[in-house]
């Protein structure tokens, strides 16, 4: 719980940021902005470009810049002229079509993502899933895009572009690769490519991950300033995308480092939240290293979180947490799902955080995250037993049903319900829930098929339930992408029950494939699973509250009342979750949204 000194210490922060009143009068303004926008046409860009600045870094690495201030000021020139260009062209022009105004940008920005990871190169979770398919999403819409992330190992497709930068005491290089409309840049050091997971080995987490990914944040903003890529320099009129606590640190870094010497003047920076239960939390000593300002440490001290506490007396007070400092600096905050988005303001999903997120909740919205309609699609699913879509999808699922009994060993009975369950085996997920509910749930005449890794308690807890229910339950402990997309295929019903979840892809690809979810109700499982209304004819799966085990076999034994005595019913909700739009351009054209508002607003930290 945030107390109020905390907030005092917030407050002390924010004395040289814009005060909220004036920003929510200049956000009512924003429809009539934006219908003025939409009668300027091109032109909007055009003005809004001539706004941008063009002094030189003068923060991190003037010396590793490659041109005087005067050359740097004249490839920024030639950076708007291009933009300028592309906007006025005939292609531009012939957007006034109808086709073309769906897929389109009214005005086009030039946006930079900042994560510690991108799929398909390093990916641990959906955050690699969401930075690797958003940003060819709004390169599709008119875009520029280039996301920065840590080169992990020697990829095959990035070279290097032979410009480095001395930074943090240190100097790092910048390899580059272009596909699907977007600048993928990799950021080369020493402290990225080791043996060993992204954040941590068998031994725990890295030690210099504060350092790691503070390297990141400022190479970030280092590379749309003196990277030449193939349409030139990005300039300084960007919008930073820092997701997660890995990349919390730019809206710090780019209003105490670069806005004091005229470089990104009009740039804008957004916080995207991914999973607000990891801040990045480090003792307070650790902030020089951070080479920021004296004056700007309030904009990171909070009180240690007591859920990363682990015993010691110094984590019983004052700490560095970097989620807080993005919060606390960014121009706005977005989440995952609309859901979640309300959820980190409550006491119960805030994880101390929710005292900041309430007094900034003009600033907070929540986007659902969409699928990779490419890789998720049972119609061309190279991994599955036999592709199918809408039209099909009754006769297509059973050939995948009796493919997956097959090769999991269990009787082909295609009259018998398979119920899935894809993803880690932890507390977050609720896999102790579905272990708690298996006496029942198996004793109804189903098959359970389990496929995760994690908590060494609940891999084995997986391989019982194997042992235990020998004609009726398979536990792959483990992970295997061709097999996540088979149970997904096949399955009848797909278990989620998250105590919280920021968005949840797997009910998203479930749906697709013609898989019913049953999921508690929070977060963007809330969002995304509507429930099941008979007499209206309604919904796209089950929810359940509270997340105890009495609640999910009670609704479970809907679900498979529903399969056995209801089965037009159960075929209607298959239907309306497959023609359910999941797409990454929906989750566009609403960040989008988001840009045009915080180019309406001043920069909130200046």
Known sequence: ??????????????????????????????????????????????????????????????????????????????????????????????????????????????????????????????????????PPALAARGHRVMVVAPQYQQYPEPSSTGVSADILGTTVGFSHYSSKGVDWVFVEHSSYDRPGGLYGDESGVYGDNQFRFALLNVAALEAPLILKLDEGLFGDDCIFIANDWHGALVPVYLAAKYRPHGVYQQARSILAVHNLRHQGVYPPGTFSMLQLPKEWYNALEWQYPPHQRQGSYEEEGRCVNTMKAGISCADRVVTVSPGYAWEIQTPEGGWGMEGMLTSRSYAL????????????????????????????????????KAGLQKEMGLPERPEVPIIGFIGRLDYQKGADLVLGAAHWLLNQDVQIICLGTGDKHLEAGMRWLESAYPDKARGWVGFNVPMSHKITAACDLLLMPSRFEPCGLNQLYAMRYGTVPVAHATGGLRDTVLPFNPWEVTGT????????????????????????NHTESFRDLQSRGMVRDSSWDKAAQEYEQIFEWAKVDAPYCQ
């Open 1 to 134: 719980m945030v107390n109020a000194a905390a907030l005092l210490q917030q407050s002390a922060t924010a004395a040289s940021c814009r005060s909220s009143g004036s920003r929510r009068l200049k956000r009512l303004a924003a429809p009539h902005a934006e219908r003025a926008g939409a009668r300027l046409g091109g032109t909007e860009t055009v003005a809004l470009s001539f706004r941008r600045g063009n002094s030189l870094s003068k923060g991190f690495c003037a010396a590793a810049h490659p041109s005087t201030i005067e050359e740097h000021t004249k490839l920024g020139d030639a950076a708007r002229a291009q933009s300028i260009n592309r906007d006025t062209s005939d292609d531009f022009l012939q957007e006034e079509t109808e086709q073309k105004r769906s897929h389109r940008a009214k005005t086009a920005f030039n946006i930079v993502f900042v994560t510690s990871e991108v799929a398909p190169w390093s990916k641990t979770g959906g955050l690699g899933d969401v930075c690797g398919s958003l």
């Open 365 to 400: 919205n929540g986007v659902l995250n969409g699928v990779d309609l490419v890789e998720w699609d049972p119609d061309n699913d190279p991994h599955i037993y036999q592709n199918f879509n809408e039209s099909n999808f009754a006769e297509g699922k059973k050939v995948n």
């Open 541 to 564: 799966g089950w929810t359940f509250s509270p997340c105890t085990v009495d609640a999910f076999t009670a609704t479970l034994g809907q679900a498979l009342d529903t399969y056995r």
